[in-house]
């Protein structure tokens, strides 16, 4: 599939500058001291076949193939307990203390971005995988692969990005590593960040705790951090910019625990979005997830790009929002603390678990259908965490 912009018409508050692509322009400088980068319209969704002998981009989406990926090879692999809950991050014992580790590796392009950038997308991403586990998050590692010719006032740029970061969400980087690759084969930065966290309280915050008749909660406004990217990277003038929402997580989560709601699962929307979080966590828990179309909050600017760009917002990547799910009569005691904790905004209730259909996500549209969301099949965006 392969989007097409030739008669598209710009919304209300939106203004694209579509250029052709010169010759030659191919790369852009990680210094961002280069041309202005064209629009390329590149997006492809291809389709899943049953055996592959090599790696392709959407492997690393997050849908279809990544989960391929992890069935036929990780798994098998690296089998162990702690696996099968399936969450953001490990849930391990030791001394009696339940503690929360997990570990994400960041290729971000470009480096630096309206509302963020690679350094903080990096520890916010480890930060708050930690904290959908019900965890306090503790300490983190960094490391780094460098490219040959990478400016050092960029490395300098992240760093202290990162220390801003962690110090603004209660954590401390304790130790990492450095490696270096020729120039051409690194593409500026990658960064890999593992983190644990202590769980203090007795609750067992995983897709197995979802129950029939939850409550299904979004904390904020989706989509902000794909096309906060895509403007970037494409080179698309918008009359406000859309920034990021790249933020850490723990105000409104360690306020919802402080409370005593029972929450079943959280889940942050990172790579596919809404959607695919949700069809995650419908077939582990082995439920069926409805929502309304209605009631998910994107906020005009996103919605206008994404009906120009042809994205679904429900697929879009975001770095600072995530679901809640806990039992139906807490629902709003909980909006209320997200209202006033949370990064973004509104939350909103936007569906209930439901028995029927194990492992299906329903959407009730503005028009009153109802349609099956499922994985993307591909890469909607690459490069985006």
């Avoid at 969400?169 to 930065?189: S, W």
């Avoid at 979004?218 to 989509?223: F, H, R, T």
């Avoid at 723990?250 to 402080?258: D, E, G, I, S």
Wanted: aromatic share 4%.
């Amino acid at each position: 599939m392969k989007s097409s912009h030739k008669n598209a018409v710009p919304a209300a508050g939106l203004s694209l500058n579509f250029e052709p692509i010169p010759p030659g322009l191919d790369d852009y400088s990680v210094t961002g001291s280069g041309p202005t980068p064209p629009f390329r319209p590149a997006l492809q969704c291809p389709v899943p076949l049953a055996q592959r002998t090599e790696v392709t981009i959407g492997h690393g989406g997050g849908g279809k193939l990544t989960q391929e990926l992890i069935d036929g090879i990780f798994r098998p692999a690296f089998a162990h307990a702690a696996q099968e809950c399936q969450h953001d991050g490990a849930i391990l014992k030791l001394a009696g203390v339940r503690l929360a580790f997990t570990t994400d590796a960041h290729v971000v392009s470009p480096l630096f971005f309206p509302g963020g950038d690679i350094g903080r997308v990096a520890v916010n991403g480890t930060v708050n995988d930690l904290l959908m586990c019900g965890a306090r998050p503790l300490w983190l590692s960094a490391s780094f692969v460098l490219e040959e010719g990478l400016p050092i006032e960029i490395l300098r740029r992240v760093a202290a990005a990162m220390s801003a970061a962690a110090a603004a969400a209660g954590v401390g980087i304790v130790t990492g590593d450095t490696k270096v690759v020729e120039h051409g084969k690194g593409d500026g930065l990658y960064i890999t960040t593992a983190g644990v966290g202590v769980i203090e309280h007795a609750l067992t915050i995983a897709p197995a705790s979802i129950r029939p008749g939850d409550a299904v909660l979004v904390s904020g406004d989706i989509g902000r951090h794909g096309m906060a990217i895509m403007a970037t990277r494409e080179g698309l003038a918008f009359e406000s910019p859309i920034e990021s929402d790249c933020a850490p997580l723990v105000a409104p989560v360690q306020t919802l625990l402080a409370a005593g709601l029972q929450i079943h699962c959280l889940r942050d929307l990172t790579r596919g979005g809404l959607a695919t979080a949700l069809v995650e966590l419908a077939e582990t828990s082995g439920l069926a997830i409805r929502i309304d179309e209605q009631k998910v909050p994107v906020s005009e600017m996103v919605r206008g790009a994404c009906e120009i760009l042809g994205f679904e917002p429900l697929y879009v990547a975001n770095e600072g929002r995530f679901v809640c799910i806990l039992p139906e009569e807490q629902a709003p005691a909980a909006l209320d603390i997200l209202k006033r904790t949370a990064p973004g905004g509104p939350p909103a209730l936007i569906g209930q678990v439901r028995a029927a259909r194990a492992g299906a996500v329903s959407l009730r549209s503005v028009i009153g259908a109802e349609r099956i969301l499922d994985r993307l099949s591909g890469e909607q965006l690459p490069r985006i965490c």
